[in-house]
């Protein structure tokens, strides 16, 4: 038979392969639990029992399509060195659920006068809901992601989410770092040695996995011999018992509850498209041709299903399946993978192995993938565009600010009635105009990048539309949200001085539209790629 190598499930790569994707995943739902457990007081019994199983759910799912995907492809080409695609869960958008959505709403509910069982549960159908939009989004996009790439520039997809991987994966995480100094400094300094400059191990196992065991070792090691950080305890063990994530509908009482987080959950949606398409991109180009349509189709079913089963972070393709190959991994490490993760999360040794992963273990992974993703939005934009990736971290910063400051999901609200306060005559109040810009971070980015993109290319006349639907975004609030909380609204309904916010920041954008319309008028040099609307 001359196909036989090509259906052989497992090599010695494998294994290897096998390592590297169960750390990325449990590094993720470390840093989930240790997000909301430790920093929200989350109760620890709904993020295990009911978060953690349809979450690993889709992880598994999405791991057996790709398998049997590579599979396909083995068999169709005859072909015995075909890599699956890897898959799990999505860092960026994994970690900014848990601060930005997860984290804040349960505050909020409990500042609404829901205990803590009833705030939680709340908490988890708005993260159910929220997995079921972004996987709607993903499904509706799979079939239009080339159409997608071609009308936002890269600056400002990668720019977007490089600003938010700045100052969020690589600040807030930071801060966790540090604030166990040895533990959480060695940590980071031995994933530099591995990731960024390249060292020789004396050890053949996976970097990641030898900074977890050397952190985790140096944390209770110097917190049993009393020179760790103060409150230093052992965590609580974590019961085995079997949870099956059945479908529900508790989805669907969440929905309302994401209207004032779409500004997020869309953009996390749209990424989540156009990084599929990179991956499947970078695959073929290391051998393995994959349909576009079907990988970003298991990604968004992978997704649904984790939604509809209690998840709360969604899954991606990871853009190191080129990696994978070079360390000999072909279809088995995608199915150990899933089989693990899933497992895990129903009969409970993964809230097991991340309970005892310390958070200054956990926090450097993530300051390093927030700064794999800033740099990776410079090197894979033309290099005149960096000024629009540049721009498109500055409503990032705002948004740290407002976390910083007081999130309003996370206080009273009567304590934001000064936003609207203390007009001088010299501008709008600072914390107000910080908390607008902040609200809706992300799409503002891509608007401020790709308007940037389209005058660099001397399009003014594109540039003054993409202007015009960032004036529209401004006035329903998916943008500068006037609302401190970020939501969207009527803007006939909006009152008081936020009512001139409002209509200030839209008409700027039209403004500025109007100033680039006018201008474009003018005889230009000819362009130096594309042509001049």
């Not at 001359?2 to 750390?23: C, E």
């Not at 993530?366 to 993703?373: F, Q």
Request: with cysteine.
């Amino acid at each position: 038979m001359p196909n036989a190598p090509s259906r052989r499930w497992f090599v010695a790569g494998d294994i290897n392969g096998f390592f590297g994707l169960v750390v990325d995943n449990l590094s993720i739902l470390g840093f989930i639990s240790v997000a909301l457990i430790g920093i929200f007081q989350f109760p620890a019994e709904v993020v295990f029992a009911r978060m953690f199983p349809g979450t690993a759910l889709g992880v598994l799912v999405g791991n057996l399509i790709y398998t049997w995907m590579a599979r396909r492809l083995a068999q169709k080409t005859g072909r015995d060195d075909v890599t699956a695609m890897p898959l799990g869960l999505d860092a960026p958008t994994s970690i900014g659920m848990a601060l930005l959505v997860l984290g804040p709403s349960f505050v909020a509910f409990k500042q609404q006068g829901l205990d803590e069982q009833a705030a939680a549960l709340a908490t988890w159908q708005l993260g159910m809901a929220s997995l079921v939009v972004m996987g709607v989004l993903k499904l509706a996009l799979s079939f239009f992601g080339d159409a997608i790439t071609r009308a936002v520039p890269r600056a400002a997809l990668l720019g977007s989410i490089g600003g938010a991987a700045l100052a969020l994966l690589g600040f807030l995480p930071l801060i966790e770092t540090l604030r166990s100094p040895v533990v959480g400094f060695v940590t980071f300094g031995l994933l530099l040695y591995v990731l960024v400059a390249k060292g020789k191990l004396p050890v053949r196992i996976p970097g990641v996995l030898l900074a977890f065991i050397v952190g985790t070792a140096l944390y209770y090691g110097l917190g049993l011999a009393g020179l760790g950080t103060p409150g230093f305890k052992l965590p609580d063990a974590v019961p085995l018992r079997f949870t099956l994530p059945l479908p529900t509908l508790g989805f669907v009482d969440g929905l309302a509850y994401t209207v004032p987080y779409l500004p997020l959950l869309l953009p996390f949606g749209l990424l989540m498209v156009v990084g599929g398409i990179n991956v499947s991109e970078s695959a073929r180009a290391a051998g393995d041709d994959y349909r576009t349509r079907d990988v970003l189709l298991a990604e968004a079913v992978s997704t649904l299903v984790a939604g509809f089963c209690g998840g709360v972070a969604q899954t991606t393709p990871y853009i190191g399946q080129p990696a994978y190959k070079h360390m000999g991994a072909r279809m088995g490490y995608t199915l150990l993978t899933g089989l693990f993760i899933g497992l895990g999360g129903m009969l409970g040794y993964v809230s097991g192995l991340v309970q005892w992963l310390p958070i200054a273990v956990l926090a450097p992974i993530i300051v390093y993938v927030g700064m794999d993703i800033t740099v990776q939005a410079f090197h894979d934009s033309p290099r005149k565009h960096a000024p629009a990736v540049a721009l498109a971290f500055l409503p990032s910063i705002a948004y740290l600010l407002v976390i910083k400051l007081g999130n309003s999901a996370w206080i009273e609200p009567a304590r934001y009635a000064a936003l609207y306060n203390g007009v001088d005559g010299h501008g709008l109040p600072d914390l107000a105009t910080i908390v607008t810009l902040g609200n809706g971070f992300i799409i503002t980015a891509m608007i401020w990048s790709t308007a940037l993109v389209a005058m660099i290319e001397q399009r003014y006349r594109r540039a003054a539309l993409v202007l015009l639907i960032g004036a529209v975004l401004t006035l329903f609030g998916f943008i500068h949200s006037v609302d401190p909380r970020g939501s969207v609204y009527w803007p006939w309904m909006v009152q008081g001085l936020a009512k001139n916010i409002l209509w200030q920041f839209a008409g700027a954008y039209v403004a500025l539209a109007v100033l680039l319309g006018g201008l474009s008028l003018q005889r230009h040099a000819a362009p130096q790629s594309g042509n001049a609307a």
